[in-house]
């Protein structure tokens, strides 16, 4: 009798989930976000997700099929969750063919350039956001307002998010109580009656897919926790110290895609850490770069450059804080 030995490339999940499982249970887990966001950007939210989906499957079919010679794995649900969180982080009124060059950039160089699932080093979609932002700098921060009529394909009214509200005052030497009457209220913000990107819109609907995440031990709480009250504390002690200069933290919290983030994007399995320890260390270090990013850069929001920071320094984490060996023992005194 002989034991065959089968060495495999990642991802390696122990335990009854499948790569399957675990990647449409983060699809499910988006669709209240996405819903939300069809309500309030209407037609052009849906065509936004549409164009996305259907490149960012095109792309991993074509790449997985004549470059890397290897079967197309386009059903187990890596692309579709690249496709939609890209969408929830570009404006409703993107120009379809910029969607297009974005999903395109997410899977050709954030994802298939490495390898393949399991084997990239940063999020995906956050690559692809990053890459329309820098290259598209004017369509990526004109954000469109709730619309009223749904079937429209575009949103001819644009402003800025609250974060660049606050930003610009504080640069001009406004008033912080002036500012704050001039941003949406906190029950606003909290169902997602704003404008913004289609992920900023609505921080109950991305915590009712965490919650499920959770429930179905897709995520742990820890990089999502340490990250959210890593910026409540550190935005909180800010506010403490001026409250006329910074903004209180429950506003950090609520304002842009601070949620989106934390939830679904900094709990990545490839590009987060292995370790309970180190999830947390990661998830401090995406709510200080965050807070840092958005209260002295020139940009008002910082969440998605700070999860790619981290996502670099995920393999000297992983270094640092390894997980406990199988049947290691551990020796006392």
């Not at 570009?90 to 950039?105: D, E, K, Q, R, T």
């Not at 393949?116 to 004109?142: D, E, Q, Y």
Request: overall charge neutral; proline content about 6%.
């Amino acid at each position: 009798m002989s034991t065959q030995l089968l060495i495999s490339g990642s991802p390696h999940i122990h335990g009854d989930q499948t790569v399957g499982k675990v990647m449409w249970g983060v699809v499910i887990a988006l669709i209240p976000a996405t819903l939300v966001s069809f309500w309030f950007f209407g037609a052009g939210a849906l065509l936004i997700t549409a164009v996305s989906v259907a490149t960012c499957l095109t792309t991993e079919w074509l790449i997985q099929k004549y470059l890397l010679k290897e079967p197309p794995s386009i059903t187990d649900g890596s692309a579709m969750i690249t496709a939609i969180l890209l969408a929830l982080n570009v404006p409703s009124n993107l120009p379809w063919w910029m969607v297009m060059i974005g999903a395109v950039v997410s899977i050709g160089i954030g994802k298939m350039s490495f390898g393949g699932l399991g084997k990239n080093i940063f999020n995906p979609a956050l690559v692809g956001r990053v890459f329309l932002l820098i290259s598209f700098p004017v369509a990526m921060t004109s954000w469109p307002l709730p619309i009223v009529n749904r079937l429209a394909l575009s949103d001819a009214i644009t402003g800025p998010t609250s974060l660049g509200i606050i930003k610009e005052g504080l640069s001009s030497n406004q008033p912080m109580d002036q500012l704050m009457q001039k941003v949406p209220s906190y029950v606003d913000m909290l169902i997602g009656n704003m404008n913004g990107s289609l992920g900023e819109v609505s921080a109950l609907a991305i915590l009712l897919g965490g919650i499920y995440m959770l429930f179905r031990r897709i995520i742990t709480w820890h990089i999502p926790v340490s990250f959210i009250l890593t910026v409540f504390v550190f935005s909180g002690i800010l506010y403490l110290a001026d409250p006329t200069y910074f903004i209180d933290p429950v506003f950090h919290l609520l304002a842009g895609g601070l949620m989106l983030g934390a939830v679904f994007m900094a709990t990545d399995m490839v590009t987060s850490p292995m370790s309970y320890t180190g999830m947390l260390v990661f998830g401090i270090g995406c709510g200080l770069l965050t807070v840092i990013i958005r209260v002295w850069g020139a940009y008002p929001e910082g969440v998605s450059f700070a999860i790619l920071i981290m996502n670099a320094f995920v393999p000297l984490i992983n270094r640092a804080f390894k997980p406990k060996k199988f049947g290691e023992v551990v020796k006392h005194g």
